[in-house]
């Protein structure tokens, strides 16, 4: 049932499942300028919302009969001008990125809301009051749903939710991407989902690592070339802006273009025309143009390796990717991840990691990133011996660990050791057998009392 709490001049469309959450909301919220309205029904809400337009509706993701980006979608629909922020205690990365990309206003984690809650929605506020003021904007065309296409943009740290907003957020446009980050951290991840997001991606992804092709092959390669341009032209050849016509271009490593070739790329991306090598014919560019580097771009104009023009062209939108040390919420969901695919290309039973194995992945420091990380569960799921991935699978070394005050219930203890190499090497066994097998090597040893034990943990 709605509860109206006063009458004022911003109606609050509260939607949640949960009555207790309503309720906390609704008084955290409460002030003298707002009218909250609560539901705990989502048909009951779309109903009320199309009566008497909110100017926020706040709901839970995880909604029955449809989940909060269905919910978006047809409140964009019914009343365009409401703002919508969405909430949820994990929510899937997919659902992220498409909140932001159909022009949610954010989405926010239910374990956040104590302190991010009312700045947002002031700031949401705000940004409706600014709206009231400027002529009416022309209505977003609607775009296909792209589901699933955000899972491959694995990672739950509060750096990896802003990085996908981003994404959702610079989908709605053409403008230039600058993406910053160390090597491995998931630039090309993330110039992917750019695209896979926008209204490009039905159009190809076309991505040229600057840094691996030589300095003379690297115009003709952007641009492409006509028969006879130079030595070695035999024929005619198109480069990556007509190869990704209509689509996305990546450059890769843009720090490393040599000067002379950041000059030609500055003249086509302002004039969004270009020639190939050798040739007259002006032709169009209609490319999105997403860059990346794993250089600091300002030291580089510093140092006068980059263009500071081109910087500003290219850095019209900047998503810095943290390295993965800084952001080690993300590190199990990368291992499990990774190592769920590889299970899922062989016969078996499922692999998984011990905690020792988990506990030594979550305190190495990752110089080499996401890549490295994929690769060490990838070597570990072949050196693993059973079913569980151990420490000593792990082609890291402890003392390349960061030193870290080990939890007490991750202590690798010896054990824990030797429950977990009996459990890997005995998966099926149960627990009784598992145990009494830990003992019963030593039975020779053992005391009278210990040996009576074993005998009865064998009964
Ligand atoms: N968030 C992520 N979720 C899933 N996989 C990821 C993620 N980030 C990186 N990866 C994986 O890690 C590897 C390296 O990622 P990527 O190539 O995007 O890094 P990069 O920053 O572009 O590296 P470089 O600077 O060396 O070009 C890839 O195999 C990619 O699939």
Redesign the pocket.
């Known amino acids: 049932m709605p509860t109206a709490t006063n009458t004022a001049q911003h109606r609050i469309v509260l939607i949640d499942p949960e009555e207790e959450f309503l309720l906390w909301a609704g008084k955290h919220l409460q002030a003298p300028d707002l009218r909250i309205d609560t539901f705990q029904r989502t048909e009951e809400a779309l109903a009320s919302c199309k009566k008497d337009p909110p100017s926020l509706v706040i709901a839970e993701y995880a909604l029955q009969p449809f989940n909060g980006v269905e919910l978006l979608k047809k409140l964009r629909l019914q009343t365009p001008k409401t703002l919508v922020i969405l909430t949820t205690g994990i929510p899937p990365n997919s659902a992220v990125i498409e909140t932001m990309r159909l022009g949610g206003y954010d989405f926010l984690r239910k374990s956040a809301l104590p302190y991010e809650l009312r700045p947002t929605v002031e700031s949401a506020l705000q940004t409706i009051e600014e709206m009231a003021a400027e002529p009416a904007a022309k209505r977003q065309k609607a775009v296909d749903p792209q589901e699933a296409l955000g899972n ?4 739950e740290s509060p750096a ?1 939710q802003n990085v996908l907003k981003m994404i959702g957020r610079v989908s709605r446009s053409d403008a230039p991407v600058l ?1 910053t ?12 989902a750019v695209h896979q997001f926008s209204t490009r991606a039905a159009k190809p992804f076309v991505a040229i ?1 600057c840094a691996a092709i030589p300095e003379t092959l690297l115009e003709s390669e952007l641009f492409g070339h006509e028969k006879g341009a130079f030595t070695g032209a035999m024929q005619q050849r198109i480069g990556r802006f007509e190869q990704g016509n209509g689509g996305t271009l990546f450059l ?2 843009i720090g490393e273009m040599p000067i002379l070739v950041q000059s030609k790329l500055l003249r086509v991306l302002q004039e969004a025309e270009f020639s190939r090598v050798g040739g007259n014919q002006t032709l169009k560019a209609n490319v999105r143009v997403v860059a ?1 580097t ?1 250089r600091d771009p300002e030291g580089a104009i510093a140092a006068g390796t980059f263009r500071e023009d081109l910087y500003y062209r290219l850095n019209v939108v900047r998503i810095h ?1 943290p390295p993965l040390r800084e952001r080690t919420d ?1 590190i199990k969901p ?1 291992a499990e ?2 190592l769920h695919r590889i299970s899922a290309t062989r016969k078996g039973p499922t692999l998984r990691f011990s905690l020792g194995a988990m506990h030594m992945l979550q305190n190495y420091n990752w110089p080499g ?3 490295e ?2 690769n060490v569960v990838q070597r570990a799921a072949v050196l693993a011996t059973g079913n569980i991935i151990m420490p000593r699978d792990l082609p890291i070394k402890d003392g390349d660990a960061t030193p870290a005050a080990a939890p007490a219930a991750s202590l690798d203890t010896p054990l824990r050791q030797l429950i977990e190499e009996q459990l890997s090497s005995n998966p099926d066994t149960p627990l009784i057998e598992t145990l009494r097998k830990l003992i019963t090597p030593a039975v020779a040893d053992l005391t009278p009392d210990a040996e009576s034990a074993a005998k009865h943990l064998g009964e």
């Open positions: 491959v943009i694995i990672g990896i993406i980050g160390e090597s491995g951290c998931g630039k090309e991840v993330v110039a992917k690592n890769d490593e990346a794993n990717i993300d990368l991840h990774f990133n996401v890549r990380l994929e």
